[in-house]
């Protein structure tokens, strides 16, 4: 195991009284394994993360990272993992090969192999020739490239990210991601954070869903999926006076649940909704009730989100930053 955590619990002091960012996180991490961390803002991602990579102590709870435990022994830790944080590391004027070899040396490696390694790192992390390039003349996707070979650069078994891709057009996100499945293939453990389910569900082997400080949900994005009770359908009728009429039809379909009404949609969920729509679709016929469309859409990460915590993931957001602002304050 990668990473093993009991019972983390982090708590913050504030004016306005102690924020329980992190509430008692059970987690495993498998090696070779990717891990993505999911969750609203503020749900404590990065305060899990920034305990488990020895940058905050815990105030409870137990855990071993990449072999060592993490409060006996929080040198040996460090010394085996690479942490990318949100905003990067580089300074803007520096030029991006003297960052990554200054960074090198400050885990112990030798001049020489930081650059032979670091320019071996811009090869295969796709940053061919800029070497000497002030890291401010890079573009978004090459300064967060570029953040990772300095994650990497002391060739570490288990790389921490927190949100790679924030920020990023979608072509960079998706090479981005390329890329960290390529560090996967070579061996490492990768346990990053996102907000975004695609990204969860595209890149991620298995996924922690976490929510007010603790894990809601965890499993591979498949059968995170299959928890959400089947498919969506939505009807679309010619007549809204119908709607009692079709729902009744719909309500002694085996295994509809969550059968609702808005506007000219009748919609609900059933396990398999393509293969009962050709009966239900009779049915409503023989009743000469008129249809003008008909969607069926296979559950997202999106509905897991909604399942779990009664809220979309897409929805959080100003409100709990600002928090953290006055918090931090
Ligand atoms: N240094 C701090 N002092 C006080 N409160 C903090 C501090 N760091 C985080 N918090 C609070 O802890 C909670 C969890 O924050 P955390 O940054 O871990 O969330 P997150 O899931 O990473 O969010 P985001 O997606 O916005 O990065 C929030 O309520 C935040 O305001």
Not at 78 to 107: C, F, K, M, N, W
Not at 203 to 227: F, M
Not at 266 to 281: D, H, K, N, Q, Y
Not at 284 to 297: C, N, P, T, Y
Request: proline share 5%; aromatic share 4%.
């Amino acid at each position: 195991m990668m990473i093993e955590a009991r019972g983390l619990v982090r708590t913050f002091k504030t004016k306005r009284g102690p924020v329980q960012a992190v509430q008692g996180v059970d987690l495993e991490v498998a090696d070779g394994e990717i891990v993505g961390f999911l969750g609203p803002n503020g749900a404590g991602k990065t305060t899990t993360m920034r305990m488990l990579a020895t940058l905050i102590q815990p105030t409870a709870g137990t855990a071993t990272v990449a072999g060592c435990d993490l409060a006996k022994d929080p040198v040996g830790v460090r010394r085996r993992i690479g942490y990318v944080p949100q905003s990067g590391s580089t300074l803007p004027e520096a030029i991006a090969g003297d960052e990554v070899v200054d960074h090198a040396r400050l885990y112990g490696v030798p001049k020489a192999k930081a650059i032979a390694e670091g320019q071996r790192l811009f090869e295969e992390l796709d940053l061919p020739g800029l070497w000497r390039r002030q890291c401010k003349t890079l573009s978004g996707g090459q300064r967060r490239r570029l953040d990772i070979v300095m994650g990497l650069i002391h060739d570490p078994k288990l790389i921490f990210l927190d949100e790679p891709t924030t920020g990023l057009d979608p072509q960079a996100r998706a090479n981005l991601w390329e890329h960290i499945r390529g560090l996967r293939d070579r061996g490492a453990t990768i346990f990053l954070t996102t907000h975004y389910l695609d990204e969860a569900d595209a890149l991620c082997d298995r996924i922690l869903v976490i929510d007010h400080g603790k894990i809601v949900a965890s499993g591979t994005p498949e059968n995170l999926k299959q928890q959400v009770s089947g498919d969506a359908v939505r009807l679309t009728i010619a007549d809204t006076a119908q709607a009692p009429a079709v729902m009744k039809i719909v309500r002694e379909l085996e295994g509809a649940v969550e059968v609702g009404t808005e506007d000219d949609v009748v919609g609900f969920r059933i396990p398999r909704g393509g293969s009962v729509l050709p009966t239900l679709l009779r049915s409503i016929d023989a009743q000469g009730i008129e249809l003008h469309g008909v969607e069926v859409h296979r559950p997202t990460l999106d509905d897991v989100f909604l399942t779990m915590t009664g809220r979309s993931l897409r929805d959080e957001d100003a409100n709990p930053t600002e928090e953290k602002k006055e918090a931090a304050a």
